[in-house]
């Protein structure tokens, strides 16, 4: 079964950094597109950012454009997003995603459109 593990949320205040990662077992790392959801208190879970399974597509919300920067590591079945600049408006419940894909480039931002996710992890700014 396939297993996603995100770690590295905490409180941090606004223009800090932070870096979160995605560890997945059970499957082929290098086969999957990723992305990045979040769910803040009392709104529905948003897309935030998608990498394609070589890593050389990427795609973002406007909200995080320039801010946050998503990547991967296929031989350590990792994902990270690098979050700069933060702001109270990004506290919220990080969850990663995988879905596998044929295409090296292809990317995925419809929550729907993943089917194996992972159970969150917690990231607070305070102002």
């Known amino acids: 079964q396939v297993q996603l593990v995100e770690s590295g949320g905490g409180l941090v205040q606004a223009g800090d950094s932070l870096r979160v990662s995605c560890v997945a077992s059970?499957?082929?790392?290098?086969?999957?597109?990723m992305g990045w959801f979040r769910q803040a208190p009392g709104k529905e879970r948003e897309f935030v950012a998608t990498?394609?399974?070589?890593?050389?597509?990427?795609r973002y919300a406007d909200s995080v454009k320039g801010r946050f920067t998503i990547s991967r590591d296929n031989a350590k079945n990792t994902v990270y997003l690098q979050m700069n600049s933060l702001e109270p408006e990004d506290t919220a419940v990080y969850y990663c995603a995988a879905r596998a894909d044929y295409s090296t480039s292809r990317y995925y931002t419809q929550e729907y459109e993943y089917p194996h996710w992972g159970q969150g992890t917690q990231v607070t700014v305070s102002s």
């Open positions: 059970w499957i082929t790392f290098s086969t999957h597109v």
């Open positions: 990498i394609s399974r070589s890593g050389s597509t990427t």
